[in-house]
């Protein structure tokens, strides 16, 4: 997962989910997903000399290979599963949706907008009326 940007943090999940000792540019939401020397190996984006040495130091350490790995899998079991991410998302709509409530109810209560006079001249920056299917 060496990126300038998050494009797809599935991918680090599925790997995670084959045991795999992950190496990723720490962009978008993988930091969310692995976390440094726990469950993979995060490097900034760009960074050569930073991804070569992370290559390097998993290539001489199994064991170190092995425990990543292992960590990344009971993470993703733990918390990407599919019905932990179903109860996450429905929480983050039922957030907006009560915001939205806050909104609305917020703007009822304000004052009317003004409306300019049937005689004065509009504005030039008015926009022509919107208009119905049907109407006119």
Request: hydrophobic share 40%.
């Amino acid at each position: 997962c060496l990126s300038d940007w998050s494009s797809d943090v599935c991918s680090s999940d599925l790997a995670m989910s084959l045991a795999r000792p992950i190496i990723a540019s720490d962009v978008g939401g993988i930091g969310e997903a692995i976390i440094d020397g726990e469950s993979g190996v995060l490097i900034p984006p760009r960074d050569q000399r930073r991804l070569a040495q992370a290559l390097i130091g998993l290539l001489d350490d199994r064991s170190r290979r092995a425990l990543l790995g292992e960590a990344a899998l009971r993470r993703v079991r733990l918390e990407f599963t599919q019905s932990l991410m179903i109860d996450r998302m429905r929480g983050l709509y039922g957030e907006v949706l009560r915001s939205g409530e806050v909104l609305r109810s917020a703007s009822a209560s304000a004052a009317p907008p003004v409306r300019p006079q049937a005689d004065a001249a509009p504005s030039a920056d008015a926009r022509p009326p919107l208009v119905r299917d049907g109407e006119r």
